[in-house]
């Protein structure tokens, strides 16, 4: 009861009550002398409280507050607008520069491993690592490539470019067939003929090469594999290609080719075959036979 | 009579449960040019045959089959992942021009067989169970067969065969060589092969540590005739011939003296240039005498007049090459 009636002085106090309530408690002043002292303490208190709260507040810090608060709103509100959006901002411009940055990195790419190759291999001399790139390069890719570098070529090189690029794309023509048709094949024995064409070329040819050491390495099937092996030793006068063969052999699982490559190495005299055909030798997965090879081999090449 | 009519609806019920389990072939339309059926197979023994007509059937050879209890409403799965989509535990997925099947293991579903139109090329690999037997006949299309212990039986084709043989032993039998592409059977195991006896062909047989044995006479491509040919080819014009890259023609073409890609002109067909240029390089190994003569066990010749490429290759078995009779 006595809480409900306090709640109810408050109310009054604020003058939040209806004006019929207000009535029936300026009634109850008049019956009951203690609850009007009762009132009167209350309001005293009450008065008291709102009038703290009031001095401690500063009313010009409120207004500087609200000055602030409606400036940065206003401030938000019309920035966008005003602000000017410059082109390399939009988004469409973040997919086209990416866009061209690969397209750039292709012809770069492409430039770059060109010139490498051909001076490397044709030159044969003792470059390790171009012979490693030319392998991790997928050929497939190539002709897509040789696309991106043809159209930036009609539209921006002089008159001496074009020569080379008809020149080269003639060159491009013929390996692109060979490329073509050795990894597109569905056929394995389509696979192992065009294997087997490379036998009607006098001297290797950069991505005839790397096709081979390509199909040595990751064709499906065993026989194409072998076939590869076979068509690769004609060319193992050439440094780059016995580098190749000797990452290659840690590759190979089927014996028959592990004997392949170790039989052509052999053949070259290579030394750098040594820690490979050592490691052959330990591993506990090769077959005896191979391992016999491989010993009879590191025998021939450390004399 | 409550009795007589639970015992029929439990008939009832047990004949449609083996009916559902007796279900053991699945048939599939597929046929057409240059199109190839995929098998990859777990399956213990596996039979090819090629048949006339446009669809391949698989089948089970067995009959009843029990499941384990668990299995109740679950489906198989082959090594690999496929889940069974046909009824008969196997997977069968067309993938443009191929058709994909794999079949499961013997346990449950026994030992299948696939029947095949007899013109399209087939490719069988093992997946899991490395221990079986296969039997391939009747086809007439391109044969891609790969095995590490399985036995290989080819019997009634016409090549090109593809085939490798790991330490299972390997019989083929050709009704007659396929003169359009080249032929190569390899193995770690014995290899054992007849050829009609008119049979044209270039030979190139490797037994690395075994030996080679025949009835047909094998003329030796030799070193001195073959580098004439080539040296004189060498001095003709540098005009490069790439007939060869595709035997159907789509991809003839005439390139003219562009760099260090040419082939010798007057050697017509990639066949015969790679049985010299495969003479020659080999030979010439022989001739050397610095070298340590590693490379060079092969024997290069031509059967009758010679053809086609034939390449027999074994690490460890003897290699036979016998007459038909």
């Known amino acids: 009861m006595k809480n409900k009636i306090e709640e109810l002085l408050a109310d009054f106090l604020e003058n939040n009550l209806s004006a019929k309530k207000k009535q029936e408690f300026e009634d109850l002043f008049a019956e009951n002398e203690s609850f009007k002292t009762e009132f009167e303490e209350s309001k005293d208190i009450f008065f008291a409280i709102n009038k703290g709260t009031e001095k401690n507040f500063d009313a010009s810090k409120d207004k500087s507050f609200y000055d602030f608060l409606s400036a940065e709103k206003e401030r938000l509100s019309e920035k966008p607008q005003a602000k000017v959006v410059r082109f390399y901002e939009r988004t469409y411009f973040k997919y086209a520069a990416s866009v061209a940055g690969l397209a750039l990195a292709f012809w770069f790419g492409r430039k770059t491993i060109d010139n490498q190759v051909t001076t490397s291999i044709l030159a044969d001399n003792d470059t390790p690592k171009v012979i490693e790139k030319v392998v991790e390069v997928p050929v497939v890719r190539v002709d897509t490539i040789y696309v991106a570098t043809k159209q930036l070529a009609s539209t921006k090189q002089p008159n001496v470019m074009n020569e080379i690029g008809t020149l080269k794309k003639e060159i491009q023509e013929t390996k692109d067939l060979l490329i073509l048709s ?79 490559i170790i039989d052509i190495l052999t053949k070259f005299n290579e030394r750098r075959a040594l820690p490979a055909l050592r490691l052959l030798a330990e591993d506990g997965g090769t077959s005896d036979f191979v391992r016999q090879k491989a010993e009879e081999s590191t025998r021939v090449l450390s004399l | 009579m409550k009795n007589y009519l639970n015992i029929s609806i439990f008939m009832l019920l047990s004949v449609s449960v083996f009916a559902q389990n007796k279900q053991n072939s699945f048939k599939q339309s597929f046929s057409g040019a240059d199109k190839r059926v995929v098998i990859l197979s777990a399956s213990s023994n596996l039979t090819i045959e090629g048949i006339t007509g446009t669809e391949v059937i698989v089948e089970s050879d067995k009959q009843e089959k029990e499941f384990p209890e668990e299995a109740q409403g679950l489906k198989i799965v082959t090594p690999g992942g496929a889940v069974d989509n046909t009824g008969i535990g196997a997977n069968v997925q067309m993938e443009g021009n191929t058709l994909k099947i794999k079949l499961p293991k013997s346990k449950y579903y026994g030992n299948f067989v696939v029947k095949v139109p007899k013109d399209l090329n087939v490719s069988i690999k093992e997946n899991g ?85 025949t009835d047909f006479d094998i003329t030796p491509t030799k070193y001195e005739e073959v580098n004439d040919k080539v040296e004189k080819g060498e001095k003709a014009e540098k005009i490069a011939k790439i007939e060869a890259v595709s035997p159907t023609g789509q991809q003839a073409k005439t390139i003219k003296g562009t760099g260090n890609v040419y082939a010798v002109e ?52 003897n290699v036979y090459l016998r007459k038909k009779k």
């Open chain 1, 182 to 260: 050795m990894l597109k094949k569905e056929s394995p024995s389509e696979r192992i003929q065009a294997v087997n064409y490379s036998y009607d070329l006098q001297q290797p040819d950069e991505q005839v090469l790397k096709a081979l050491i390509y199909t040595l390495d990751y064709d499906r099937n065993v026989n194409v594999r072998i076939a590869a092996a076979d068509a690769i030793g004609r060319f193992g006068s050439n440094a780059n290609v016995r580098d190749a063969l000797v990452k290659s052999l840690l590759k190979q699982q089927e014996p028959t080719l592990q004997i392949s």
């Open chain 2, 129 to 213: 169970n490395s221990y079986g037997k296969w039997f391939i006949s009747g086809m007439k299309g391109e044969v891609e067969a790969e095995t590490s212990y399985s036995t290989l039986n080819i019997k009634n084709v016409s090549g090109p065969i593809v085939a490798r043989g790991g330490y299972g032993k390997m019989y083929i039998e050709y009704d007659q060589l396929n003169q359009s592409r080249p032929n190569s059977i390899t193995a770690s195991g014995a290899v054992d092969i007849t050829l009609p006896a008119d049979t044209k062909a270039n030979l190139k047989v490797q037994a690395t540590y075994a030996d080679f044995f």
């Open chain 2, 266 to 317: 007057g050697f017509s067909t990639t066949q015969k240039s790679v049985a010299y240029a495969d003479a020659r390089w080999a030979n010439k190994q022989n001739y050397d005498t610095d070298c340590n003569c590693y490379y060079t066990n092969a024997t290069i010749g031509t059967i009758n007049g010679g053809g086609v490429n034939l390449t027999i290759r074994s690490d460890q078995g």
